[in-house]
Antibody, heavy 119, light 109 residues
Framework: QVQLVESGGGLVKPGGSLRLSCAAS????????MSWIRQAPGKGLKWVSY????????YYADSVKGRFTISRDNAKNSLYLQMNSLTAEDTAVYYC????????????WGQGTMVTVSS | EIVLTQSPGTLSLSPGERATLSCRAS???????LGWYQQKPGQAPRLLIY???NRATGIPDRFSGSGSGTDFTLTISRLEPEDSAVYYC??????????FGPGTKVDIK
């Protein structure tokens, strides 16, 4: 069964850090572009970051550039998002998603993990 | 960055009726790289349409997409109660600056 399962969310203070994980099953993560997408409470979807299948191309939304780092562990078939210098504006459900068509359209999504940044 | 605008904000229709959702881009979407997603409360989005008009795996044929350039449409031909959801369009032509529209909420009366 093809699926993605995120973990690692929680409550963190402003300025703090958190590392999200996304475990893939039923397919090989490194064969696809993989992305992180977030959704603030009651709001729409915002793309955050992606890593290409080769791992050579990594991009970030301007709002997280310099603070977030995407990575992948091929042996564990998993995707990660290291988030530093968190602010209240980073509060959201974070989804990992598999990309098709050059990575830009997302056919498989995880269930999401909630990140709350609050003092 | 390409900005997507969706209309209407909310659509309230009865079962069996036809729903027409619009997505307009601030500039032409390269190769019509436009997708549509359905999101129900508490769930992750589900891909319905990619490449403006291609149904994703397992999507019923009552969902169809059309359009090109800057104007795109998602049509649900015969609404069923389970189609109540928020629908988002997304462009992926200006990689890696992927962007989503604000969504259209479909209520089934």
């Amino acid at each position: 069964q093809v699926q993605l399962v995120e973990s690692g969310g929680g409550l963190v203070k402003p300025g703090g850090s958190l590392r999200l994980s996304c475990a893939a099953s039923g397919f090989t993560c490194s064969d696809y572009y993989m992305s992180w997408i977030r959704q603030a409470p009651g709001k729409g979807l915002k793309w955050v970051s992606y890593i290409s299948s080769s791992g050579n191309n990594i991009y970030y939304a301007d709002s997280v550039k310099g603070r977030f780092t995407i990575s992948r562990d091929n042996a564990k078939n998993s995707l990660y998002l290291q988030m530093n210098s968190l602010t209240a504006e980073d509060t959201a459900v974070y989804y990992c998603a598999r990309g098709l068509s050059g990575g830009g359209v997302f056919d498989i999504w995880g269930q999401g993990t909630m990140v709350t940044v609050s003092s | 960055e390409i900005v997507l605008t969706q209309s209407p904000g909310t659509l309230s229709l009865s079962p069996g009726e036809r729903a027409t959702l619009s997505c307009r881009a601030s500039q032409s979407v390269y190769s019509n790289y436009l997708g549509w997603y359905q999101q129900k409360p508490g769930q992750a989005p589900r891909l319905l349409i990619y490449g403006a008009s291609n149904r994703a795996t397992g999507i019923p044929d009552r969902f169809s997409g059309s359009g090109s350039g800057t104007d795109f449409t998602l049509t649900i031909s015969r609404l069923e109660p389970e189609d109540s959801a928020v629908y988002y369009c997304q462009q992926y032509g200006s990689s890696p600056r992927f962007s989503f529209g604000p969504g259209t909420k479909v209520d089934i009366k």
